[in-house]
């Protein structure tokens, strides 16, 4: 067979689901030894189209070819022992096992072939780690980790299992920029090596920084294919959805009123019994977004759960919400307080994913506001309300009755934010509300986040994304060490200044 250079065909892909055409006779080609960028709106059919490369999904009609020859994985180990690496948008790891445990599972090193040598997996595991600069703790357990690690840990999944092409769907969501950094010296080293990459992004600086080539998507269907030298952001941006993007929050001056939230020597420890909150004080006003910015593993987590009731916080801590002492309120009698949450892990905390897009419009608030005291729900008034998420937040399903699992990441990030939002909240916490979502729709959900400020809210807002809170925050923290530290008003402090606090604190000065 003749080398073309191509690693991967996909040839004419259709795959429907009911009356979804997720993907519509897509062709794409990728060469060895590159790095290839797969883009487009949220629910254009990138997902889908490497669950049909994997055989997760049976396609409807087209073929894969790879190396040359035609192929059809039985399913997704089959492709993984084809050197077919996926990592899932949604993590794919077991809680209660270690990280090490995870790595290896059903690919340990065998002693005479028979024994488990635990030994050797580690070593191995730990050379990948050491190779591609991942530092992730191996023997701790999965359920205690930041979300931003375990996205590492996915990566050394599939790299200890000898992948050569590599597809990493959004890898970068919730990475800081030292783990993005840290995560491209490692793709662009892996092409260097002959390694291939398929890299699904919603961020364009990612595409121009890493990528070979570009292909994007819209509507199922493939809308083009560029290379970054040829292109700049704006026009990819327009490529993606299809008019101008401006990329940029329209930011108003607040006018902050009576003060919603109050935490006073904050103290939080997470599952291991180690302190992670040490001590922290914030006052925060209605009518104001502050953002709080941090490295992965600062406290801002357990900050963020104590706050809402996820967490119990320790003695002598404060929180008031409106005056009233809160601290020993669960999530639920918050919420049924006024207090919105939109956690940064979508699948876990925010949607029940076997469920259909109208129960999880309302959950959490179906016994408070509206829908209080009824003994049945009122399907019409629910009906509604998720009909009035979905056309807002314009989150694509075929009905409010499809289940959420089958719903885009992006999507199902929409409705989490739109549930949260739609309500009439005093208070909103918010964790990256942006995870995930495509560039035509992150200005419109960084709109709603100021207008509901400017209605009254107070708005917490917590994200990996420090260019968000830049531009969304009236008042800026940096997180680092368990502590909060002062990063000035709206546009006070630079980007390189606030950085440093992120990693240093205020231990520079
Ligand atoms: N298992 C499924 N059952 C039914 N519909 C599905 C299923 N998987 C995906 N879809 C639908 O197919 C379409 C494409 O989804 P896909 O997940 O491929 O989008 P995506 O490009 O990855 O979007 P995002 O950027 O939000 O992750 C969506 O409309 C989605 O609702
Ligand atoms: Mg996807």
Redesign the pocket.
Known sequence: MEDNGLILQMRHITKT?GS?I?NNDVSVSVRRGTVTALI?E???????LMNVLTHIHKPDEGDIVLNGKPVRFRNALDAAQHGIGMVY?EFMLYRDLTVLENIILGFERKKGGIFIDEIQSRRAVEAICERYHFNIPLNEKINDLPVSLLQQVEIVKVLYRGAELLILDEPTSVLTPQGIEGLFEAIRFLAGQGKTVIFITHKLKEVFAVADDIVV?RDGTVAGTAVPGRIDEHELAGMMVGRDVMLQARKRPASPAEVVLQARNLRVRDGNGVLRVRGVDLRLRAGEIMGIAGVAGSGQQQLVEALFGLREAERGSEIRLLGEDIVKKSARDRRLRGVGYVPQDRLGTGVSPESSVWENAIMGYHIAHGFRSKVFLDRRETGELARRIVRLYDV??PGIDNRVK??????IQKLVVGREFIQKNRLLIIEDPTR?I?VGAVEFIWEQIMLLAEAGAAVLLVSHELNEVMQLADRVAVMYNGLLFDGGRHGELTDRELGLLMTRGAGHE
């Open positions: 689901f979804v997720a487009g949220n629910g254009a059919g990138k997902s889908t948008q998507m694509k399903t089958n719903l885009s990441g992006g999507n995930g495509d």
